[in-house]
T-cell receptor
Framework: GENVEQHPSTLSVQEGDSAVIKCTYS??????FPWYKQELGKGPQLIID?????GEKKDQRIAVTLNKTAKHFSLHITETQPEDSAVYFC????????????FGTGTRLKVLA | ETGVTQSPTHLIKTRGQQVTLRCSSQ?????VSWYQQALGQGPQFIFQ???????GRGNFPPRFSGLQFPNYSSELNVNALELDDSALYLC????????????FGPGTRLLVL
């Protein structure tokens, strides 16, 4: 069935360092890949997304890359700050019919000051 | 803040009871999706509503049901509650023509005893 694997499950970095989170999806029909940040007690917040016709997208300190052939996509956060500490989820979706997300299992990022 | 609101924020029920959770979508958003997020896991798709009709369902039993109203707000009903139904229930809304981009509310934390 449809599945999204996400690694690592936990990640600790020093403030100012970069963080990379990787996801692999199983459904080759997937063509939309959002990333969400979830802070304690809150709902997921969309931070960046990428469509399958694009290989890379950047928004300030955050970037996402997509390798459709390998069915991999990754989140890159540069110059990490303590407020980046949260749980990050990747998801895969097909942009037709039912727009349901298949989520990864999450990565708990800790940025150490 | 996404503009998606959910009520109540928390509630406690006992096994066998029924519960109704509510979601008000962001203004202009006509698609609402519901997800169940167990502790430490990624959200799991329950179902989606578009223009008051169910538009796809995940792997959840029929005791999970929903409604969408003409103002696009939505309800999730769960009958015959089980202990495993304890979770954070999230709703997400999307704009017409951009249904793949979903904006989540803060969630309702349900505890079944």
């Amino acid at each position: 069935g449809e599945n999204v694997e996400q690694h690592p499950s936990t990640l600790s970095v020093q403030e100012g360092d970069s963080a990379v989170i990787k996801c692999t999806y199983s459904d080759s029909a997937s063509n939309y890949f959002p990333w969400y940040k979830q802070e304690l007690g809150k709902g997921p917040q969309l931070i960046i997304d990428i469509r399958s016709n694009v290989g890379e997208k950047k928004d300030q300190r955050i970037a996402v890359t997509l390798n459709k052939t390998a069915k991999h996509f990754s989140l890159h956060i540069t110059e990490t700050q303590p407020e980046d500490s949260a749980v990050y989820f990747c998801a895969a979706s097909i942009t037709s019919g039912t727009y349901k997300y298949i989520f990864g299992t999450g990565t708990r990022l800790k940025v150490l000051a | 803040e996404t503009g998606v609101t959910q009520s109540p924020t928390h509630l406690i029920k006992t096994r066998g009871q029924q519960v109704t959770l509510r979601c008000s979508s962001q203004s202009g958003h006509n698609t609402v999706s519901w997800y169940q997020q167990a502790l430490g896991q990624g959200p799991q798709f329950i179902f989606q509503y578009y223009r008051e009709e169910e538009n796809g369902r995940g792997n959840f039993p029929p005791r999970f049901s929903g409604l969408q109203f003409p103002n696009y707000s939505s309800e999730l009903n769960v009958n015959a509650l089980e202990l495993d139904d304890s979770a954070l229930y999230l709703c997400a809304s999307s704009l017409p023509g951009l249904q793949e981009t979903q904006y989540f509310g803060p969630g309702t934390r349900l505890l079944v005893l």
